[in-house]
C-alpha cells in the first residue's frame, strides 16, 4: 500500500472502486466495483504510486474502515485487482445531509435542470444546515487528502460531491497540483443562479481553486464559463480555454469518456450473460427487440420513453406482436421521496401498456427492476433497437457501450440532450427528449431499419465509443497536472 506522504497520484471520488458487505459470519466481504472510474484506476501504471480516496457508504464500510489505521486498506488480500482505498468515516448524519440534501437533492437538479420551480427549490434553514454539512463533508476529503500527498502529487477530484474540495484542498497543501473532473451536465447561468448567490460563489471558487477543471463535453464547459463570466464576473478566455479569478489563473479542459471495448466484450461474452441472453430468446422469440437500460433516475426520463413505446404502438399498429419492448429501470435513490414517486410512475405506465396491447400470445413489455448486470449485458448484445433519451446527461456510457457489444447491430434512438450526442449523433437517431411522437416516430424508423443499415452504423458509433478508453481518460488529465 502506499505509504504517507509518499503517494504521487490520488483520487478523490464519493463512491470508491469497492464495497464491503457483512458475510452470515459476521465477517466483512468485499467487492469490486464496475464503471468508468474504477477502469480508469486500474488503468494507473504499475509504477504509479496511487490511492483513492472515498466515503464509507454503508456500515459494512464503515467497520471497514475503522479495522485499518486511518481507514488506509491493502486490497491485495480481497482480490479486487484495484490499488490502495482510505474509506473516509464521515459521521452518518453529515453524509446524509451533504450527499442526499445538497448533492443528489440540490446540484444533481440544479445541473441535470430537473426542478419544478413552482415548488421547488426553496432554500430555508433546513437548507442550511444541510449545506454547512456539504462543507463539512468536503473538508473531512481534504484534510485526506493533504495529508497522503507527499512533495509532487496529482490529485484528481470527482464530480459535484466535491466540488468544494479543490478550495479546500488548496488551503491546506498550496503545492499540489489539483484536478477537478465533472460527470454531469453544468447548468447554464441563469439556471445556476436558481442557488443563493454565496453557494453559486463558493461552487465556482471551489472549483477554480483547481489547476485543471475539465467536463465531458465543451458543452457543458462552455456552461461553466459562462457562470464564471456572470455570477464571479471572472476573465474568460475562450480560445485558450483560461479563467483568471481572484489571482489564479485555471485552465478548462473536455476529457470524453468512453468503454474499454476489449475488457467490455469480454464480459459481455461470460457464461452468466449468455444464460441470461437465452432466457430473453425464450421470451422475446422471433419479435424485434427494444432495449433500454437505466437507473430509475429521474433525468433518464423513463416514463416519456415508455409513452413513446404507447405511442408507437398506436399509431403503427403493425408493430403490434411484432416488438417486444425490454425496459431494465434498477432502483436509484429511493431514501428521496420524488424518486419512489417516480420509480411508481414508471411502473404505472408499464402496466397501462401491457393492459393496452398484452396479449395471451405476446407481451409487449417486460419491465425489470432488479439490479442484474449480466441480464443487461445480454439485452444490449441482442437489443435490434435501443432507446436512450435523458432529459439531459453528462456523457451517457449505455448509449456507448450497447454499440461495442451489438451482436447484430443496433440502432440507436438518442436525445440530443445526452453529451454522447456530440460522439455518437451522426450515426444515431437524434431526439427532443420531450416530444414524444418524435420519438415514437424514431422508433417506427430504427425498427424499419434494414440489417445492413443497422450494422452499419453500429460499426461506427462502436469505433467512437471506444475511442476514449477510461485509461486514456485518466492519462490525459494527468498529463494536464504534470505542468503545474
Same mark, same amino acid.
Given at each position: 500500500?502506499?505509504?504517507?506522504?509518499?503517494?504521487?497520484?490520488?483520487?478523490?471520488?464519493?463512491? #470508491?472502486?469497492?464495497?464491503?458487505?457483512?458475510?452470515?459470519?459476521?465477517?466483512?466481504?468485499?467487492?469490486?466495483?464496475? #464503471?468508468?472510474?474504477?477502469?480508469?484506476?486500474?488503468?494507473?501504471?504499475?509504477?504509479?504510486?496511487?490511492?483513492?480516496?472515498?466515503?464509507?457508504?454503508?456500515?459494512?464500510?464503515?467497520?471497514?474502515?475503522?479495522?485499518?489505521?486511518?481507514?488506509?486498506?491493502?486490497?491485495?488480500?480481497?482480490?479486487?485487482?484495484?490499488?490502495?482505498?482510505?474509506?473516509?468515516?464521515?459521521?452518518?448524519?453529515?453524509? *446524509?445531509?451533504?450527499?442526499?440534501?445538497?448533492?443528489?437533492?440540490?446540484?444533481?437538479?440544479?445541473?441535470?435542470?430537473?426542478?419544478?420551480?413552482?415548488?421547488?427549490?426553496?432554500?430555508?434553514?433546513?437548507?442550511?444546515?444541510?449545506?454547512?454539512?456539504?462543507?463539512?463533508?468536503?473538508?473531512?476529503?481534504?484534510?485526506?487528502?493533504?495529508?497522503?500527498? #507527499?512533495?509532487?502529487?496529482?490529485?484528481? &477530484?470527482?464530480?459535484?460531491?466535491?466540488?468544494?474540495?479543490?478550495?479546500?484542498?488548496? $488551503?491546506?497543501?498550496?503545492?499540489?497540483?489539483?484536478?477537478?473532473?465533472?460527470?454531469?451536465?453544468?447548468?447554464?447561468?441563469?439556471?445556476?443562479?436558481?442557488?443563493?448567490?454565496?453557494?453559486?460563489?463558493?461552487?465556482?471558487? +471551489?472549483?477554480?481553486?483547481?489547476?485543471? *477543471?475539465?467536463?465531458?463535453?465543451?458543452?457543458?464547459?462552455?456552461?461553466?464559463?459562462?457562470?464564471?463570466?456572470?455570477?464571479?464576473?471572472?476573465?474568460?478566455?475562450?480560445?485558450?480555454?483560461?479563467?483568471?479569478?481572484?489571482?489564479?489563473?485555471?485552465?478548462?479542459? &473536455?476529457?470524453?469518456?468512453?468503454?474499454?471495448?476489449?475488457?467490455f466484450r469480454a464480459r459481455a461474452d461470460?457464461?452468466?450473460?449468455?444464460?441470461r441472453m437465452a432466457g430473453l430468446r425464450?421470451? &422475446?422469440?422471433?419479435?424485434?427487440?427494444?432495449?433500454?437500460?437505466?437507473?430509475?433516475?429521474?433525468?433518464?426520463?423513463?416514463?416519456?420513453?415508455?409513452?413513446?413505446?404507447?405511442?408507437?404502438?398506436?399509431?403503427?399498429?403493425?408493430?403490434?406482436?411484432?416488438?417486444?419492448?425490454?425496459?431494465?429501470?434498477?432502483?436509484?435513490?429511493?431514501?428521496?421521496?420524488?424518486?419512489? $414517486?417516480?420509480?411508481?410512475?414508471?411502473?404505472?405506465?408499464?402496466?397501462?401498456?401491457?393492459?393496452?396491447? +398484452?396479449?395471451?400470445?405476446?407481451?409487449?413489455?417486460?419491465?425489470?427492476?432488479?439490479?442484474?448486470?449480466?441480464?443487461?449485458?445480454?439485452?444490449?448484445?441482442?437489443?435490434?433497437?435501443?432507446?436512450?433519451?435523458?432529459?439531459?446527461?453528462?456523457?451517457?456510457? &449505455?448509449?456507448?457501450?450497447?454499440?461495442?457489444?451489438?451482436?447484430?447491430?443496433? *440502432?440507436?434512438?438518442?436525445?440530443? $440532450?445526452?453529451?454522447?450526442?456530440?460522439?455518437?449523433?451522426?450515426?444515431?437517431?437524434?431526439?427532443?427528449?420531450?416530444?414524444?411522437?418524435?420519438?415514437?416516430?424514431?422508433?417506427h424508423v430504427a425498427l424499419s431499419m434494414?440489417?445492413?443499415?443497422?450494422? *452499419?452504423?453500429?460499426?461506427?458509433?462502436?469505433?467512437?465509443?471506444?475511442?476514449?478508453?477510461?485509461?486514456?481518460?485518466?492519462?490525459?488529465?494527468?498529463?494536464?497536472?504534470?505542468?503545474?
Amino acid at each position: 500500500m502506499a505509504s504517507e506522504g509518499n503517494t504521487n497520484v490520488l483520487l478523490a471520488s464519493n463512491r #470508491g472502486p469497492v464495497s464491503f458487505i457483512h458475510a452470515d459470519d459476521g465477517s466483512l466481504t468485499c467487492r469490486g466495483g464496475a #464503471g468508468g472510474l474504477a477502469s480508469a484506476l486500474a488503468a494507473v501504471p504499475s509504477e504509479v504510486d496511487a490511492t483513492w480516496v472515498c466515503a464509507a457508504m454503508s456500515e459494512a464500510d464503515r467497520a471497514a474502515a475503522a479495522s485499518a489505521p486511518r481507514g488506509r486498506l491493502d486490497l491485495a488480500g480481497y482480490e479486487t485487482g484495484t490499488v490502495p482505498v482510505r474509506l473516509l468515516d464521515i459521521d452518518p448524519h453529515i453524509f *446524509a445531509q451533504a450527499y442526499n440534501g445538497i448533492a443528489n437533492s440540490t446540484l444533481w437538479f440544479v445541473h441535470h435542470m430537473l426542478f419544478d420551480m413552482a415548488d421547488q427549490p426553496v432554500f430555508d434553514a433546513a437548507f442550511r444546515q444541510q449545506w454547512a454539512a456539504y462543507g463539512a463533508y468536503n473538508a473531512a476529503f481534504a484534510d485526506a487528502l493533504a495529508e497522503e500527498a #507527499g512533495p509532487g502529487t496529482r490529485v484528481l &477530484v470527482q464530480d459535484y460531491h466535491l466540488s468544494l474540495t479543490p478550495g479546500l484542498l488548496r $488551503e491546506r497543501r498550496p503545492d499540489l497540483a489539483i484536478g477537478h473532473f465533472s460527470h454531469t451536465p453544468w447548468a447554464p447561468p441563469d439556471y445556476f443562479r436558481l442557488l443563493p448567490d454565496d453557494v453559486a460563489v463558493v461552487l465556482l471558487t +471551489g472549483v477554480l481553486a483547481a489547476d485543471y *477543471a475539465s467536463f465531458l463535453t465543451a458543452r457543458w464547459a462552455e456552461a461553466f464559463l459562462s457562470c464564471c463570466e456572470v455570477v464571479l464576473g471572472a476573465s474568460v478566455d475562450r480560445r485558450r480555454g483560461l479563467v483568471e479569478h481572484a489571482g489564479r489563473q485555471t485552465k478548462i479542459g &473536455v476529457n470524453p469518456l468512453g468503454v474499454d471495448a476489449a475488457s467490455f466484450r469480454a464480459r459481455a461474452d461470460q457464461p452468466d450473460v449468455r444464460d441470461r441472453m437465452a432466457g430473453l430468446r425464450s421470451l &422475446v422469440g422471433g419479435r424485434k427487440l427494444l432495449v433500454r437500460v437505466d437507473r430509475a433516475e429521474l433525468s433518464k426520463n423513463i416514463v416519456r420513453g415508455l409513452l413513446a413505446y404507447r405511442d408507437l404502438l398506436r399509431r403503427h399498429p403493425e408493430w403490434q406482436g411484432r416488438v417486444v419492448h425490454v425496459a431494465l429501470a434498477y432502483p436509484s435513490r429511493h431514501d428521496l421521496d420524488k424518486y419512489r $414517486e417516480y420509480s411508481a410512475a414508471v411502473h404505472r405506465v408499464g402496466k397501462e401498456i401491457i393492459d393496452e396491447f +398484452g396479449s395471451p400470445d405476446w407481451d409487449p413489455l417486460i419491465l425489470s427492476v432488479d439490479d442484474d448486470y449480466a441480464r443487461s449485458l445480454a439485452a444490449y448484445r441482442m437489443a435490434h433497437v435501443a432507446v436512450v433519451n435523458p432529459l439531459r446527461d453528462g456523457m451517457n456510457l &449505455v448509449a456507448k457501450e450497447i454499440p461495442i457489444v451489438s451482436d447484430d447491430g443496433c *440502432a440507436l434512438v438518442l436525445s440530443r $440532450e445526452a453529451g454522447a450526442a456530440v460522439e455518437l449523433g451522426e450515426d444515431s437517431l437524434l431526439i427532443n427528449p420531450f416530444d414524444i411522437q418524435e420519438t415514437a416516430d424514431a422508433l417506427h424508423v430504427a425498427l424499419s431499419m434494414s440489417p445492413a443499415e443497422r450494422k *452499419a452504423r453500429n460499426s461506427r458509433l462502436a469505433m467512437r465509443a471506444g475511442a476514449h478508453p477510461p485509461g486514456r481518460w485518466l492519462a490525459d488529465q494527468l498529463a494536464e497536472l504534470t505542468k503545474y
